[in-house]
């Protein structure tokens, strides 16, 4: 097996890998169905141009922390771990339960990780692969050994269901992650690639709820806390940039497109999926495709399409993966792994 590119020897002191992954979705779904009683859509219409089918939707009273919390459990359940034996609880999303305290910091008090720290990274859908980047960082240096880095979003609440070009996209979710040092040197993260550009940051965002824009009567009356989007842009973007941060990634470690097993794009649009395939010149199902079932759950959508290879048996230890994702800032970024189970 190829061995990776210089960067790692800089980089990583100590080689990081994942060692499970557990995720959660709500069992009540919103399908294509439900949307055309909603919004002037058609089935066909989001089918042809998202490929999303359906999306599992959070029950009132759940909020990113409870799904976080079901997600962890399967991961410490998997590994035998307590809560008390995790480091560090970064959770990534753009739907914490509220402002402050972190959701970092309702996670870890309901998981008993006794003596762990943590923080929420906001990123939005490039946030799980920043999370894996910065918990990788933490253990690399030796200062850790147990991240849970956990992507969770309640997208619902913040989607503008009169809005159709942006309420078929989304849906809830949640995906633990746990980093561990890998005892093969072989076999972890290899290399990434993060990369943020703010001057596109209009072209997807929630306008109001900070503090330029406080909530008021006339920020609620615009609709003002709720996702806008410019879909066209944010497509193009999307597809021109994953290609390219792929593409650099895989090179600079002595890979073609053809060495790379899977391919984990964050799912925002079948049609982004495809496209980035074709661009690297791989076979479409190595891009591993969860849209249909569960739309754009924007932090979990990278530990949801990886737990379907896992689950199916297709992904397998020893296999060349690639994760990326590009979201709202914009942020985008790339990541290189040797499968350690
Ligand atoms: O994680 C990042 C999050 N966001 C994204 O990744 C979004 C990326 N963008 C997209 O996925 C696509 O741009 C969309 C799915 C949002 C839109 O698809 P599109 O093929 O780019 O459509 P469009 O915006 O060019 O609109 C084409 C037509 C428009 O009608 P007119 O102006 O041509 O009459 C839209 O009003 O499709 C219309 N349209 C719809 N029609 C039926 C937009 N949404 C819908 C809808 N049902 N839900």
Known sequence: MPTAGPSQNSRHVRRVKISAIGCYVPPKTLTNADLEKIVDTKEEWIVARTGIRTRHIADDEVATSDMSVEAAKRVLEQRGLEGSDIDTVIVCTVTPDMMFPSTACLVQDRLGAKGAWGFDLIAACSGTLYGLTTGAQMIASGAQERVLVIGAD??????????????????????????????DPQLGLLDYINEIDGSGGDWLCMPAGGSRRPASPETVEKRMHYVQQDGRQVFKYAVRKMADVCVQLIERNGFTPEDVDYLLLHQANGRIISAVASKLGMPADKA??????????????????????????????????????????????????????
């Open 154 to 183: 309640t997208m619902s609440r913040i989607v503008d269901y009169q809005d159709r070009a942006t309420c078929v996209l989304f849906g809830d979710g949640a995906g633990a992650i746990l980093l561990e040092p890998s005892e």
């Open 288 to 341: 591993v495709n969860v849209i249909g079932e569960f739309g754009n759950t924007t932090g979990a959508t990278l530990p949801l399409a990886a737990q379907k290879v896992l689950d199916n048996g297709q992904l397998k230890k020893g296999d060349l993966v690639v994760m990326c994702a590009v979201g709202a800032g914009l942020t985008a970024g790339a990541s290189l792994w040797r499968w350690a189970y």
